[in-house]
């Protein structure tokens, strides 16, 4: 699986940014995808991960309740909608697919339960 993201920027604390990844080399309605992120000097960290038909979707809970994880399998697309933005959520954020349909459920919130990324975009929240 190829994945390309896209939408990172500068954004003042508050405000919103919806970024998208565009995968190809399989039959994007049959499997998992997920996002990541990782802030300068610290590890990749789970941030929302959605199933194939988009009904199941995980948060972290730093991020509940102000990010949005969705799909559109006609556009091959996973996006990330993100409000509320702290500076804290500066990061780099990558989108992930499994090498499967989906990582074991125990593997969901880890980098090694997903196989292929992104190139990554950059989201800079300032204060």
């Known amino acids: 699986v190829q994945l390309q993201a896209s939408g990172g920027g500068l954004v003042q604390a508050g405000g919103s940014l919806r970024l998208s990844c565009v995968a190809s080399?399989?039959?994007?309605?049959?499997?998992?995808m997920a996002w990541f992120r990782q802030a300068p000097g610290k590890e990749r960290e789970f941030v929302a991960a959605?199933?194939?038909?988009?009904?199941?979707?995980y948060y972290a809970d730093s991020v509940k309740g102000r990010f949005t994880i969705s799909r559109d399998n006609a556009k091959n697309t996973v996006y990330l909608r993100m409000d509320s933005l702290k500076p804290e959520d500066t990061a780099v954020y990558y989108c992930?697919?499994?090498?499967?349909?989906?990582?074991?459920?125990?593997?969901?919130?880890?980098?090694?339960?997903?196989?292929?990324w992104g190139q990554g975009t950059l989201v800079t929240v300032s204060s």
């Open positions: 992930a697919a499994p090498a499967l349909d989906r990582p074991i459920t125990s593997m969901i919130r880890n980098p090694q339960g997903w196989r292929s």
């Open positions: 959605i199933a194939r038909s988009g009904g199941n979707t």
């Open positions: 080399g399989r039959t994007f309605s049959t499997y998992w």
